[in-house]
């Protein structure tokens, strides 16, 4: 019969569900915060999923739950869990996305290869810890970052005085040490249910204010080792704390060769977005597969190189619409993914890939295309 | 602003629209002729294509109307145009997608290469007809034909007597030679309202009992002549005719090696189906694009080559998506889809795209993949 997937949350990764869901004939249902949101044509209830009676009345009429962001707080997937819901990824598994501290605990325990991190209560652990490391430090809230938010490079205990001062009893922060990287991956793979992982080439991700603004992939000049080690990584991040769906996992790797793991995703990412149409199977379909339990597909790139360009912001003035006609001209080989969101400064609200035989070309074209949406 | 396309049927077609429309931000809005139809996702509207006032209240919320088939009435579409609808395409175009013998003649005056053809009036006319023609005829009903209804094969004047009986004061049958044609083609252009047209590679298309089966692409062993022979066709029939949106021109490649039409749709196409996968721009992609009027997209192949199947008729029992796991468990690389469509002998209800650099390993793997679904 006919896979009802449920996605909690109605942003543009739920949106770019909506196509693959149409294509394999499975019947996707959005629970959206609002109305009009990027996912709308797919929503089928909208409210607030943080209120277990909510998610629950949405629950009943799919066979499996799965998501758009990594927030719906634990009591309630563990209660959907204990109503015999299908949940991908599992509570168990999404708490790791969503305090970086028990990332870090876990991330040790299984000996995957990260910066050093120590759980910080006040100004003087922090202090302690710019000082066994070089005299700086990151320092993150383990719950509720994204996009840069909730990350601070700090030279001093006293530079995190204010989120010290907000945390509960028993509350840390987590500081890691500044990593020297010469640049960013990211590592996708697949997970089913059954055990089944499938990875997709090791990509080159680049930031701009914390925020991703471009992929490569595969990772330029990525030695046959290093797509080895992180493919590796995936699948031993994948295994050991038993993601179901898509998980990204943020790369650096540094100037002496080492790749460590920045962050994770339980979900389609942007680091991902590339696979649309750079990969046999895209990272939204993908995710559909492994969410329903169904047999996953193949990973490899469609063409030798794919360049993913955000468009942030969008235009000062109108839609991110009435650009199209100058973009597609000049650009006939981009291929176009809009989220169907205001334009404003900094916001995701779109983005373009181009593939090619030869990287620079595929890297100006993407970006001149993009950049026609500004 | 964001476009707003309104389609008219709510089949495959229109279903398979979805996709890019939520890529590209444009607001699909289907009229279709039943709740439940494949494109039910996107249906804004149930009702009848024929009434005119149906017609109009749906077109008052777009920008721009075009089709999932060709069977909208002459009277309707005029009156739409009346009104100031952008229609696409249009009621002038269309015409020679909607009667055959009105084809024939525009081609004729056109002089593009076709069967030998007349309009015959009764078993008389049809049998001087035969005798022209070495004692075999094709007789089409000039409308409502599709996927091998309306066509049959005779002998004698009278072999189409029932046809002639229904024939009202004035009405003729289309008599076309027998074509000894070694193997069919499709040529597909895609025309925006300005006149921009690009040309589709031309594809090998495979027909079992009149209906569509396999698609190559793009022709196997086609020369550069007969590959420009049938984009020159392509574009003079939509330039000549002022077509707006996706054309197909269905071709015999004869054993004296003339390339002659067979048919015309004005709509993406069965024999386009490959280009979701295997081209730059997707045929619904592109068939947006044109109707909405922004520039068209790149329509290379993506890979050396891409063969379609369809999936005809279905499991015996049960549903399509019953046989997905062990499709992809089989055939991680097929690209599947499906139309929502119950299973009925015959009836088509998917299809399966397969790309690669070796034909022959293409060709299995498509109808392996498709036969997993029968």
Known sequence: MTVRVGVIGGGQLARMMIA?????????RVLAEDEGMSAQLAA??????????????????????????????????RALVGDGVQVHPGPDALQFAQDKLVMRRRLAELGIPQPEWGAVRDADELQAFIDDHGGGAVVKTPRGGYDGKGVRVVRAGTDAADWFSDLADGEALLAEELVSFTRELAQQVARRPGGEVVAYPVVETVQRDGVCAEVIAPAPGASIRLAEVAEGIGRAIAEGIGVTGMLAVEL??????????????MRPHNSGHWSQDGAVTGQFEQHLRAVADLPLGRTEPRSPWTVMVNILGGPAEGAL?????????????????????????GRKVGHVNVTGDDLDDAVYTARAAAARFL
Chains 1, 2 share one sequence.
């Open 252 to 265: 650096f790797e540094t100037d002496d060769e080492r790749i460590l793991v920045n962050e994770l995703a």
């Open 321 to 345: 619409e009435d650009r199209f006609a100058g973009a597609m001209a000049e650009h006939p080989e981009a291929k176009i993914h809009t989220y169907g969101k205001a334009p404003r400064p």
């Open 44 to 77: 089928t209830a909208v409210g607030d999923y943080r209120d277990l009676e909510t998610v629950r009345a949405f629950a009943r009429d799919v066979d499996v739950i799965t998501f758009d962001h990594e927030h719906v707080p634990q009591d309630v997937l």
């Open 20 to 28: 693959p869901a149409v294509e394999l004939g499975i019947d996707l």
